[in-house]
């Protein structure tokens, strides 16, 4: 069973102090994860997935298969972070497609 | 590009009543997938279908739930006999057809079911 844990459900930081959005999964084959983001009253996207190892609007995230963690971080949190962020995992395409399964979600504010 | 449209947005039952949820997909999209949210949780995967077809419905509950994705049309989540525990918010996404798995989900703005 594939199952993605966010232990904080909120997570409160002042604008240009760092901030870590905690993420732990369990799979047993080999995950796909994403960061998914929800600004107030817009639509839930994709923020960032691991196999682009990409930085998106400073946020990174590094999977570590030892932990089995995906943390997402950044170094110095901006007023505009302020957001709902969902740590979601891929199940194998043949039978799953695009299909994802969520964390609960953090609520990240971001004070001025 | 419209993106994914939901309706109706807002749907308020009674007890017994029938639900109704629509979904259309981005264009160019031909999976879909339902998702519900109840109060204070996250996410939950109901069900995930192609034109025509159920691939997984391994989150739909055993009854009174049922989602259809015909050849014309948008998608049909259909709750019958609603009860106070299916008040919720269900969304919709998509995603392509064809490509190599992205992981990247097209979500609508959702439809928040409220029963009396």
């Known amino acids: 069973a594939q199952r993605v844990t966010q232990p904080e459900k909120l997570l409160s930081v002042f604008k240009g102090a760092p901030v870590e959005l905690k993420c732990n999964y369990s799979y047993s084959g080999s995950p796909e994860l994403f960061w998914y983001v929800q600004y107030s009253r817009q639509r839930l996207q994709l923020l960032l997935r691991h196999i682009s190892r990409e930085s998106i609007k400073g946020f990174t995230a590094d999977l570590n298969k030892g932990e089995t963690s995906f943390h997402l971080k950044k170094p110095f949190a901006q007023e505009e972070d302020s957001a709902m962020y969902y740590c979601?995992?891929?199940?194998?395409?043949?039978?799953?497609?695009?299909?994802?399964?969520f964390g609960e979600g953090t609520q990240l504010t971001v004070n001025p | 590009n419209a993106g994914v449209m939901q309706n109706p947005r807002h749907l308020v039952r009674r007890r017994g009543q029938e639900a109704r949820l629509r979904c259309s997909p981005m264009?160019?999209?031909?999976?879909v997938y339902w998702y519900r949210q109840l109060p204070e949780e996250g996410l939950k995967f109901m069900v995930y279908l192609q034109k025509e077809n159920i691939i997984d419905e391994s989150g739909m509950p055993k009854e009174r739930f049922s989602a259809e994705f015909p050849k014309e049309g948008p998608s049909i989540l259909r709750i019958q006999q609603v009860v106070r525990g299916d008040s919720a918010a269900y969304f919709c996404?998509?995603?392509?057809?064809?490509?190599?798995?992205?992981?990247?989900?097209?979500f609508g703005e959702g439809s928040r079911l409220t029963v009396l």
């Open positions: 996404a998509s995603s392509p057809s064809g490509h190599p798995n992205t992981g990247e989900l097209f």
């Open positions: 264009k160019g999209h031909s999976h």
């Open positions: 979601a995992l891929s199940g194998p395409i043949e039978t799953s497609g695009s299909r994802l399964t």
